[in-house]
């Protein structure tokens, strides 16, 4: 895992520093199935030009992650034999693309790959020969694409326009066998064939087929950005065939349903825009119980100066119903609940459809040891912070109902009018206080009491304050003031990468428009200290102290196992 991370930090900076891309809409498209489930694309040119106009260079990079021992320079010969001759087209977009799909034996298989161009394939192969974890491999020759299997579940596959890197996971379930009344283990996969007929048909699909047909993915493609996000739900349908039961409409309730996003890395900060686009079925319950802003008077007077994050909600309740009708299991649902003296609808409509949690205060501090000693492993650390969670009360018989029935489960207590936390909750540390009003749960009694009583204002950035109005959900962190709350201690080895966090990131917000009749939007913002140099620059500083970090970290471990193993770790160990 750890040797995939630092060829993934190896990969990001190929990406980042090299060339450039002229088509708009993307011809590897044809190469992704339709069904891809996720996808993502960088734009290297615009990347490269940003970097340069930073004063930020490939050798700049290698100079800052690469030091003058061995292992630093066998990495770094490694590094620029990958950039310089492997034959790969580093100037042509980059893609990364996830499928899953369920077998008709139940036994799920997913895979995750990584597509890029090809300059010279000839010389990829020299490349692919040389590398010590694949010699020995055969390269295998087919009629449109040439491939190798490596020994790790990945395959790579290249004709000499493209390259396609493959992770495979397939998992099985042991499988219960009715006759003899006893799980019995799967037949065996063959794990090469499945690779490559898998990935031959990234090779031979037809234009249909993939999503170069797919007008709503080629069309994102206009808008000029770093990097592209798209996904589908259609990856989850295969799934459905595992559930104990099979909903009506579920399939057609989930197909088609698609969301883009554009990325780009500005002065000061990285912005992500999104767009939504359901299908027509999905779309018209959205359009039918459509919700309503934020409100935002549910953390006006939260008590404290040192928040660290915000989740606002607003929804219409009643859209819980309209899907139970759409999937045809309203009745259904309420058959189950008649037993427990309730409704679907009480479910749904005991809450007005506000919801606000803060969470402030955060804090990472160090208590004197029970008993005194000077072992440091003594000294105990305890998150501290503090929370509230708040939901205004929709229909009040239906949520008397339930709260009654919490107080029979022995979860709450009712002294007067006002339900408390039973002792279930009460050990895990939460404080609730409901009426026929609110709902609120809080972190101790003293942050309940502050709140409730309005007497202090809340200290909200102004900036992210005003992109929350008009927003049916909102999300801020204050990473700056999160990151400042953390030890030392818990950074470990990563306290360098940790301490340019700390200087490097201000917040994140994010917001979502309601749904407007086609389809919804969202965006999400992360602010940055240095608002004068582009986030691109100042993230690629941290993302090299992180490498860093890691080699330093690699390095220990290494410097360790030589120690305890002279003669080299015993195989029952490598193997394990």
Known sequence: MKQIVRLSLLMWLVIITLSSCKNNIPKEARYIPKEAGFVLSFNPQLMKDKLQKGGISIDTLLQRVFKNDSLDSKDKARFNQLKDNAGIDW???????????????????????????????????????????????????????????????????????????????????????????????????????EMKREVGRYFTQKINESLASVDIFTAMFKEKADGYVFTSANSSLAGLSMLPFQLPKMEELLKDNFVTATLSFEEGRIIAKSTGYPNELLGSVLKQYAGHAVNLSLIENYPSQHINAIVLAAFNPEIFGGLLRQLEVEGLANNFLEKAGVTSQDLYKSLKGDIAVVVSDFDITQKEPQFKTDEKSMIRKKPIGKMIVTAPVGDKISFIKLMDKAVEQGVL??????????????????????????????????????????????????????????????????????????????????????????????????????????????????????????SLVTLTGLLADIAVDMRVQARREKETEEKLFPGGLPAIIRTN
């Open 91 to 193: 100037n042509s977009k980059i893609f990364v693309f996830m499928l899953q799909k369920t077998n008709p034996d139940n036994s799920v298989s997913s895979n995750y790959s990584l597509l890029g161009a090809v300059k010279d394939a000839g010389l990829f192969e020299s490349y692919l020969q040389l590398q010590d974890e694949l010699k020995g491999k055969e390269i295998k020759k087919e009629k449109d694409y040439s491939y190798l299997v490596n020994g790790n579940g990945s395959i790579i596959a290249w004709n000499n326009e493209q390259v396609i890197a493959t992770m495979f996971r397939h998992t099985q379930k042991p499988v219960y066998d009715t006759v003899a009344m006893a799980f019995k283990q799967p037949a065996p996969i063959n794990m090469e064939a």
């Open 413 to 534: 207590k009712k002294v007067g009018n006002t339900y408390k936390a039973g002792v279930p909750v009460s050990l895990l540390g939460l404080y609730i206080m409901a009426d026929e009003k609110n709902l609120v749960i809080a972190s101790d009694s003293l942050t309940y009491t502050a709140y409730i009583s309005k007497r202090t204002r809340s200290v909200i950035n102004e900036e992210a304050l005003h992109k929350f109005k008009g927003k049916s959900i909102v999300f801020y962190v204050d990473i700056a003031g999160t990151l400042n709350g953390l030890s030392k201690e818990s950074a470990g080895d990563f306290n360098k990468s940790l301490n340019t966090a700390k200087t490097t990131f201000k917040d994140i917000i994010a917001t979502t428009d309601n749904f407007d009749g086609k389809n919804s939007k969202a965006a999400l913002e992360i602010r940055l200290r240095n608002e004068r140099q582009n």
